[in-house]
């Protein structure tokens, strides 16, 4: 298993911008999933966005056309660009990663961060 260690995130008006980042502790490309999830008190953790090393990347709808997820394989990071954002948008994201090592499937978890949309 790896570390991943989250950046980013705080407090934004609505309409601004925010991106987030994860940077991983080893080859991002061992990891065959990555991820970022939203969650809010009382509520279960919401898959914001994902990509597959075999696939393509996904979005729940609430964020479509205003979120991006993109990586850099060198620097073993990916991000969240969140533009356009809406109070509802607000939440602990977290940024995930699963990998498969002799048949046994690992996930790893970023620390979270807050994302606040409010004026």
């Known amino acids: 298993q790896g570390q991943l260690m989250q950046s980013g995130g705080g407090l934004v008006q609505p309409g601004g911008s925010l991106r987030l980042s994860c940077a991983a502790s080893?080859?991002?490309?061992?990891?065959?999933?990555m991820a970022w999830y939203r969650q809010v008190p009382g509520q279960q953790r919401e898959l914001v966005a994902t990509?597959?090393?075999?696939?393509?990347?996904t979005y729940v709808d609430s964020v479509k056309g205003r979120f991006t997820l993109s990586s850099d394989n060198v620097q073993n990071t990916w991000w969240l660009q969140m533009d356009n954002l809406r109070p509802e948008d607000t939440g602990v994201y977290y940024c995930?990663?699963?990998?498969?090592?002799?048949?046994?499937?690992?996930?790893?978890w970023g620390q979270g961060t807050q994302v606040t949309v409010s004026s």
């Open positions: 990509f597959a090393s075999e696939g393509p990347t």
């Open positions: 080893k080859n991002i490309f061992n990891y065959y999933t």
């Open positions: 995930r990663a699963e990998e498969i090592v002799a048949g046994i499937r690992y996930t790893d």
